[in-house]
């Protein structure tokens, strides 16, 4: 395929509704620009609470999560990301995310995930 036949398309983030991140947590938002099962990708908006409480997880691809506002950390690093600030995780890494510093008027921490899931290979 020729990159003159890739589709481009915008996302009005405006239009797409916060939904709860159940069956997680019910106070963390997601906004959802793409998802993907097929290819194990998916984009989201991610609100999250000072009392946010993710259970420890990991992901089978790698993830970035880039910091709008407010400030968060995992509980296995000493780092804090903030506005601006892009986190990377490698593939299979385990963390648990957890918010600093809200920082923000309503609270919460605003990020932007990207998620590239492994595709696993099915066994005849």
């Known amino acids: 395929m020729l ?3 890739v589709d481009t398309a915008v996302i009005d983030g405006e239009s797409l509704p916060w939904i709860p991140f159940t069956p997680y947590a ?24 000072i009392d946010m409480q993710l259970p420890k997880h990991h992901h089978t691809g790698s993830v970035m999560v880039y910091t709008i506002e407010a400030q968060w950390k995992y509980k296995e690093h000493d780092w804090i990301a903030g506005p601006g600030s892009i986190v990377y995780e490698t593939a299979g890494s385990t963390h648990t ?8 008027t309503e609270g919460y921490v605003l990020t932007l995930v990207q998620v590239h899931e492994r595709q696993r290979k099915c066994r005849q």
């Not at 938002?29 to 609470?49: A, N, Q, T």
């Open 26 to 49: 019910e106070k963390v938002l997601l906004k959802y620009f793409k998802l993907d099962p097929i290819r194990g990708e998916w984009i989201v908006m991610m609100k999250s609470p």
């Open 3 to 5: 990159y003159e036949h």
């Open 97 to 104: 995310p957890e918010v600093v510093s809200t920082g923000s």
